[in-house]
């Protein structure tokens, strides 16, 4: 039987998982490790079949550890890699997000939040994985994490987030909630020519010359591959640009550790995507992901329509945080509102980044999003 297309190009109606998986294919991934938990597992169910139609690999693994060593270890084979997983999964997977830091392994994790803490509600959505993406892994190290509103997202960041995993050599993260990915609405897939894709920068010297983790001038080290006939050390270990550990070297932890944060750090401007709708003369803003960002697009209406000066930003990124937008908003805003499906994560990060600006937190758990007239409300009470 003949190879099927990697491509479906064209309009189709599907929902977020199904999006976020020919995403996936659409950025080049060629290698799906995952094991299935609510509400993540049509991604694997759909890859399971898509990915040997087209000459891919996908293992369904034994438990989430082992999804995600498995794209550890398929990344540095010279794969594109990917899992996708759900809180109790995203917690499994942790010691090992902290090695693909260590070793600057580029992978994409896409973590379907649901309602925790422990099993929780898996089949409802939530926001409480916020601040485990970016401190989940113990130490220091910085993180790139996307969050789309809807299905269409859920396809084009799947591909931003291979592109930026293969950029920075950083683990990567899709951080969705349960609604946005069951959620059916159309969405277009471009021809191949039209999707941006990004792949690693390889070595140019010789294998005699090369040096694993010597940082080209953006602090970023080419990425040769294993079988690639460059022969080098990978290791979880504080290590040297050779790759060789050297644990007692306080000089050698300090320039790596460094470095891996700085990649990042020093890049925010290229990385950090939001969405401004009415912020130039707001005197009110809310800001919010995910799900929550559509029903307060829809509050910004509503309060505009009733004279009030309201504004919305969309974080897309939540990883690096986009705290130079909001110190922006914080010269002529007079409140900010966040509203999170949890009690209180990313609108630390607001409070922090805003200052002087008042902070209104209006947190809501359960199966049930907050309505655009719950954040319209709260737009009205503080205007």
Sequence with gaps: MAKKEALLTGTHFMNGDIACAEGAIAAGCSFFAGYPITPATE????LSERMPEIGRIYIQMEDEIA????VIGASYAGLKAMTATSGPGFSLMQENIGLAVMTETPCVIVDIMRGGPSTGQPTMPGQQDVMQARWGSHGDYEIIALAPSSVQEMFDLTVEAFNLAETYRVPT?????E???HMWEKVVI??????RIVNRKKPNVS???YMPFMPDYDLVPPMACFGEGYRFHATGLTHDEYGYPKTSSSEVQERLVKRLCDKIRRNTDKIIRVEEIMLDDADIVVIAYGIVARAALSAVKKAREKGIKAGLLRTITLWPFPQNQIAKIEEHAKKIIVPEMNCGQMVREVER???STLVVFLSKLGEEPHTPMEIFEAIRRNC
């Design 43 to 46: 991604i694997a169910e759909h």
């Design 67 to 70: 999804s995600i060593a498995a």
């Design 173 to 177: 993260l899709l951080l969705a909630d």
């Design 179 to 181: 609604i946005v990915a």
């Design 190 to 195: 471009p021809s191949a020519e039209k999707i």
């Design 207 to 209: 294998p005699e010359k």
């Design 353 to 355: 980044a805003a200052k």
